[in-house]
């Protein structure tokens, strides 16, 4: 075989192992929980191992390495063909490593965590096919597919939220969060069917001819209708479905109430991949983004709005993990803000490195709430640092890459690179000092969560009695730990090999480079802003200090506008005044208008004709003779009699009609 | 040979009416045995289609033409193009699929079943017929049994909706009849042959008025709105069977018949008229998704499903563009699937064995545990309605679409707004329904035990209607060919550019 053949090999295994144990585990036996996890683990190990060899082949492939290849899924007519294709390159390959490894760790974790609930298989199975659609996503060449591959990890998640329906708020966050990325979807679909319609492709890349290649490009952004150019409108239709997916605003809605799904699926899917997928689609088609300043400043405008709204609501919050929904929602924004501003590779590196910080947070999370009773409460925990060590430990490194802790943690290399592109933005310095304030504020919210669980007394009988997690629980915890330190090696200004592999290029080693006059700056500053953040937490949370159990020391400090954080903004009743009471209140409309007024127009009608009837009665009795009369009572003798063959005495008519039909018809068939 | 499809549903039907009432058991077998031997002469037409025809011929293909009424210029003259071969086969697949899940029929089957198959004789005699005629009387066929079918072995409100349906057809088939007759005097012809009156040339007066009325005629049988309230109410008193056939077929005769008939006989009437009739399509679409929303019972809210997808089969057609007419028909079929495989769930296997449709009593019964089959082909069957890729609907919806683009863009608002409203009922109409908290306690391991199991014919029927929508989205390029080269045909050509 070809090295080409060999890759592309290793390309389709990627999703096709988790398919089969999809479609596998949907036939599998309710009571055989163990063989499913194992059938789960094991697809998943082999996606991973098949992603690891694709990584390894696009490094070894150095400057540029892009290979495709497309094939036709079915032709209408003789010329228009719908080819679908897959495609490898230094944008997807390191996010196929991530995301098979990651959904190998909570895979693993899921079998303590879910081994208890009588519809194991069914869960293994639906997390089987929403790493299958994930990693189909992200091969993809072709927005076609891609787009295909978007729904069904929607379908997943939603069945994944819903997956303990019973709870009412569990089958509501389900379908808020299958509506609303559905908006956002519809925005997909537009910008696909437009695009489709100006470039006549969906592929991504096709030998010259692809949409986002320079020939396809130039077209579209030449082109000009109604004050945007086609490059403009496609890019801000595919950035609605994007933002869907990605919780920004003001489509964030449904990110923080799928939390009500079990743990690994919020760690998995609305925190480390499928949540990252809107991101990974503009990094994508980021080609066509570059040819429009307009939607390039949207994103980076809806980005830093949704940095910055993120990280205050999650100050106010109290559940665990609605915190680090919020924290996502905030996270997200900066990958947007990013990509918008002309960074792309630091919002991939942002990408890779928070899924795993998060997927850690997410999984030390449910460790905590496992350990002490299922409490969610922060408010409610506290001194758990003592009885859960190592949760504790592999938790403390989570919150400090997230937070930004300088220099150990791949997330303050990361979101340093997120900074420094929105400094070098020349359109408007606002992004940068949103990033900014957004970046203090998340040291805070992180470390107000970490004293409020861990330092200090337990605050409840739950949390007093708390426990480790076994160990099938933190061994993933202790590998994410490693894995949110160790990619920041390869993504720092003084060796950035990440830089140069996926724009191209050689990366040099130089120390130096950190103290450049553009770099080092910008490090102390936020290094600064991260300590304020920290100490402003201890201030007011230090674990010495005394208060009212399940009372936030913050609400005296805010206020009023504690209240607002702590509701969300009201975001969710706006739209439940508004959208959601349209909806409701223009499908009663369309139905009693059905009923009153069009079908009042029939029952009109048949009053007319009635009345009509009536008139003729009438003239007719007056007008003629009694033998007349008797005639009619005769037929209506018989109109009884036809309304008696209602009740089974149907049969001869029907009878002689059907055999009389069916020899007229042989008669003609005959002759 | 294609006539054997309708004759052998009249034979069978035939035979059932002769069949002695104590012999009732024997009916639904005969009615299997005639469905099934429909499918014969469908698969022999399929497996002798010549898929490459190419241009410029006719397009249509096995034909039979007989002398009938020769006084009249009346022919028996029957013929096959990639359009209604798709459509013979939806409707062997939703006959055969609608008498397995009318296994259960206690109440006179013999009629039951011989008037359901003269229901599908009529329909293949449509799908079928090149000359108008003949088509008149096939579409007659329809409509009568359509009325038994309800008033006789209906339910909610029965009498009253089947009255309303059979008068709307009627007064559909009034303007079907005005509009064929007007074609036939003003082309000065002596036949009633389609193709010999699609190649006169009929003045632009005469179209102006008489597209509209043919036009019309048809589209309210496919529920365009304002004139689809008689969609709901017939669809729901209907037994299940005739819910499916009613959905799954009849409704296409209409849009077939504007299609085959309406479109190509006066083209510069449709000319004139297309935005209007594409916009009451669209505007359908976002309704029926509305009215769906605001349903408490569940064969409600496929009924307006009905309508909402339908308006997709219009849109398409009207677009009149390549793609979207081929999504137009593969939406017909797709709907057709995937709407009898909903009532079929809606009316066989919740309603006959929990006596309700109501949702909010469904809501409180647990069914997900008692009826997991049923909760298991409701899902998939929800997740097809909903346009999810995989799913035959995602395929027809996004060529339509496409199709829309080209020809109307505005008209994707409306259609837009119904495809996020489809969303929004059917997940609220799936978890009320299958996945809500069982009221008191009620869901146990044995809840399932009360209700009689979901049965063989049942399950059969089920996995045939999925494959096929399964089959038509993974790999639609056998529906999708023929289609696309029925368009080349001498009567299709001119409704391109």
Redesign the interface.
């Known amino acids: 075989m070809t090295e080409t053949a060999t890759l592309f090999l290793a390309l389709a295994l990627i999703p096709l192992p988790p398919l089969a144990a999809a479609a596998v585990l949907l036939f599998m036996p309710g009571r055989l929980r163990r063989p499913a996890g194992a059938i789960a683990v094991v697809a998943q190990a082999l996606a991973l191992f098949a992603s690891g060899t694709v990584l390894v082949r696009v490094v070894a492939g150095g400057d540029g390495f892009r290979e495709v290849l497309n094939f036709t899924w079915?032709?209408?007519?003789a010329e228009?063909v719908v080819p679908l294709g897959l495609l490898v390159d230094a944008t997807n390959a390191p996010v196929l490593l991530m995301v098979s490894l990651v959904g190998l760790l909570v895979f693993i974790y899921s079998i303590a965590y879910m081994g208890g609930d009588p519809r194991a298989v069914r869960f293994f199975c639906f997390l089987s096919f929403f790493s299958a659609a994930m990693l189909g996503l992200l091969v993809a060449n072709s927005l076609l597919l891609l787009?295909?591959?978007w729904?069904?990890v929607g379908?997943a998640s939603?069945l994944l939220i819903?997956f303990w329906?019973?709870?009412?708020a569990a089958?509501r966050a389900?379908?808020k969060a299958?509506?609303v990325t559905?908006?956002g979807d519809?925005g997909l679909?537009?910008g696909m069917?437009?695009l489709?319609?100006e470039a006549g492709t969906l592929l991504f890349y096709d030998g010259g001819a692809g949409v986002l290649e320079t020939a396809v490009l130039g077209g579209l952004a030449a082109g000009a209708a109604g004050g945007m150019t086609a490059a403009t409108a496609i890019a801000l239709l595919l950035f609605i479905g994007a933002a869907g997916k990605s919780g920004q605003v003001p489509f964030h809605v449904w990110l923080p109430d799928a939390m009500e799904g079990p743990t690994p699926v919020s760690a998995l899917i609305h925190a480390a991949t499928m949540v990252a997928a809107g991101v990974f689609l503009v990094a994508r088609a980021y080609p066509l983004f570059e040819a429009s300043a307009t939607a390039l400043s949207v994103v980076a405008w809806v980005g830093a709005a949704t940095a910055l709204l993120g990280a205050c609501i999650a100050v106010a919050q109290r559940e665990i993990k609605r915190i680090l929904a919020y924290s996502t929602v905030s996270q997200l924004g900066f990958m947007m803000l990013s990509l918008g501003v002309g960074g792309p590779v630091a919002a991939l590196f942002h990408l890779l490195a928070h899924a795993f910080f998060k997927a850690l947070l997410f999984l030390g999370a449910g460790s905590v709430s496992h350990g002490c009773g299922e409490e969610k409460d922060v408010l409610r925990m506290g001194g758990l640092g003592r009885r859960m060590p190592l949760t504790f430990a592999c938790y403390g490194i989570g919150m400090m890459a997230l937070a930004g802790f300088p220099f150990f943690f791949s997330g303050f290399w990361s979101k340093e690179a997120i900074l420094h592109a929105a400094q070098a933005w020349p359109v408007s310095p606002g992004p940068f000092w949103i990033a900014l304030a957004a970046t203090f504020l998340t040291a805070f919210y992180m470390s107000r969560q970490m004293l409020l669980v861990f330092f200090g007394r337990a605050r409840s009988e739950a949390a007093a009695q708390a426990h480790e997690s076994p160990r099938l629980m933190t061994a993933p915890l202790v590998i994410l730990a490693a894995l949110s330190v160790l990619p920041l090696v390869v993504a720092t200004p003084a060796w950035p090999w990440f830089e140069a592999l996926v724009r191209g290029g050689e990366a040099q080693w130089a120390l130096s480079r950190l103290l450049a006059p553009e770099v080092w700056p910008l490090l102390a500053g936020s290094i600064l802003l991260v300590g304020a953040g920290v100490g402003l937490a201890w201030w007011i949370y230090h674990p010495g200090r005394r208060e009212a159990a399940g009372r936030d020391p913050l609400e005296d400090r805010l206020g009023a506008g504690h209240r607002v954080l702590a509701e969300e903004l009201y975001w969710d009743r706006t739209y439940d005044f508004t959208v959601v009471r349209a909806?409701?209140w223009?499908?009663?409309?369309?139905?009693a208008l059905?009923r009153w007024i069009?079908?009042g127009a029939?029952a009109l009608a048949?009053a007319l004709a009635r009345l009509f009837s009536a008139l003729a009665d009438r003239l007719d009795r007056r007008g003629l003779n009694h033998g007349f009369d008797l005639g009619c009572a005769g037929l209506r003798a018989g109109g009884i009699g036809l309304h008696r063959a209602?009740r089974?005495q149907?049969?001869f008519l029907?009878?002689t009609l059907?055999?009389g039909?069916?020899g007229l018809?042989?008669l003609?068939?005959w002759? | 040979m294609i006539a054997w499809t309708f004759l052998t549903a009249l034979i069978g039907s035939a035979l059932l009416f002769l069949l002695p009432a104590r012999r009732a058991g024997l009916a639904r077998r005969v009615a299997l045995a005639a469905a099934l031997a429909g499918c014969l002469p469908v698969a022999v037409a399929v497996w002798s289609f010549d898929f490459g025809a190419g241009a410029g011929a006719a397009g249509f293909q096995l034909e039979v033409q007989r002398e009938w009424i020769p006084a009249l210029g009346i022919t028996f003259h029957l013929g096959v193009d990639g359009i209604s071969l798709v459509l013979i086969v939806l409707t062997a697949l939703v006959a055969v699929a609608g008498i397995l899940f009318s296994w259960n029929v206690e109440r006179a089957p013999r009629h039951f079943f011989a008037l359901y198959l003269l229901i599908i004789a009529g329909a293949y005699g449509v799908f079928l017929s090149l000359d108008l005629f003949l088509f008149l009387v096939f579409y007659e066929i329809v409509i009568v049994p359509k009325y038994f079918l309800i008033a006789g072995w209906g339910s909610t409100n029965r009498s009253y909706a089947a009255m309303k349906l059979t008068l709307y057809s009627i007064v559909g088939s009034a303007l079907v009849i005005i509009g064929i007759l007007a074609a036939r005097v003003a082309s000065g012809l002596d036949t009633f042959g389609l193709l010999e009156l699609a190649a006169a040339s009929f003045a632009p007066g005469l179209q102006l008025w008489a597209f509209p009325v043919l036009f019309l005629g048809f589209a309210i049988l496919a529920g365009i709105w304002p004139f689809h309230t008689w969609v709901p109410g017939g669809h729901v008193a209907a037994p299940t069977a005739a819910s499916m056939l009613l959905a799954g077929v009849v409704m296409k005769l209409g849009a077939y018949g504007a299609l085959r008939i309406a479109m190509p006989l006066f083209p510069e009437g449709l000319e004139a008229w297309r935005l209007i009739f594409a916009s009451m399509a669209a505007v359908g679409i976002a309704w029926g998704a509305g009215a769906a929303l605001a349903q408490r019972d569940l064969k409600f809210v496929i009924a307006y499903s009905s309508i909402s997808h339908m308006g997709f089969v219009l849109l398409g057609i009207l677009s009149l563009t390549s793609l979207g007419v081929a999504g137009g028909v593969l939406q017909m079929v797709s709907h057709g699937v995937i709407a009898s495989l909903l009532f079929a769930v809606a009316g066989r296997m919740l309603h006959d064995r929990v006596h309700t449709r109501e949702l909010a009593v469904l809501a409180g019964l647990g069914l997900r545990r008692a009826l997991p089959f049923a909760a298991f082909v409701f899902v998939l069957a929800s997740a097809a309605s909903m346009g999810l890729p995989g799913f035959s609907g995602f395929i027809a919806e996004v060529l339509v679409l496409v199709g829309t683009w080209g020809a109307f863009p505005l008209l994707l608002l409306p259609a837009g707004i119904g495809v996020l409203l489809t969303v929004a009922f059917t997940l609220k109409a799936l978890q009320q329904a299958f996945f809500s908290r069982a009221a008191g306690g009620r869901e146990s391991a044995d809840a399932g035990a009360q209700y009689e199991p979901i049965s063989l014919p049942e399950i059969i029927g089920a996995v045939l209607l999925l494959a096929a929508a399964l089959g038509i989205g993974l790999y639609p390029q056998p529906w999708i060919a023929p289609i696309l080269e029925a368009m080349n045909s001498d009567l299709m050509r001119v409704l391109l550019p």
């Open positions: 079915f032709q209408l007519g228009t787009f295909i591959c729904e069904l379908l939603y819903g329906f019973q709870k009412p089958a389900a379908r299958f509506i559905r908006i519809l679909f537009l069917i437009w489709y319609r909806c409701r223009s499908g009663r409309l369309a139905a059905d069009w079908g029939v048949a209602h089974g149907l049969h029907l009878t059907g055999v039909a069916v018809l042989l003609l068939a002759l």
